[in-house]
Nanobody, 122 residues
Framework: QVQLVESGGGLVQPGGSLRLSCAAS????????MGWYRQAPGKQRELVAG???????NYVDSVKGRFTISRDNVKNTVYLQMNSLKPEDTAVYYCNAHIKTPSSGAYFYAYWGQGIQVTVSS
């Protein structure tokens, strides 16, 4: 059984910062790509940032220069540092990780966190 548990969301004023964390636990043989998605009301879920096993990041254009994704492979944790937050960043943020378990053989399957609310408002 694998779980992804997110933390660090909340309410922040425009221009403020938040740091999201997502820790994977359970029967884990390995983790490949990890990332953060978000879904605003009435919109589709979108990839915000991703990071490879080797640490190479990628970002959606709207957050470049403001958000930084990182990971700790010992702790099986991915982080999203969000600076200069804007009202349009308001959404539920979901952690995603591709994980290999004892029952998955050679394959990595996608797992999701439960989602965490980020609200940017004055």
């Amino acid at each position: 059984q694998v779980q992804l548990v997110e933390s660090g969301g909340g309410l922040v004023q425009p221009g403020g910062s938040l740091r999201l964390s997502c820790a994977a636990s359970g029967s884990i043989f390995g983790i490949n790509d990890m990332g953060w998605y978000r879904q605003a009301p009435g919109k589709q879920r979108e990839l915000v940032a991703g990071v490879s096993l080797g640490g190479s990041p990628n970002y959606v254009d709207s957050v470049k220069g403001r958000f930084t994704i990182s990971r700790d492979n010992v702790k099986n944790t991915v982080y999203l540092q969000m600076n200069s937050l804007k009202p349009e960043d308001t959404a539920v943020y979901y952690c995603n990780a591709h994980i290999k378990t004892p029952s998955s053989g050679a394959y990595f399957y996608a797992y999701w966190g439960q989602g965490i609310q980020v609200t940017v408002s004055s």
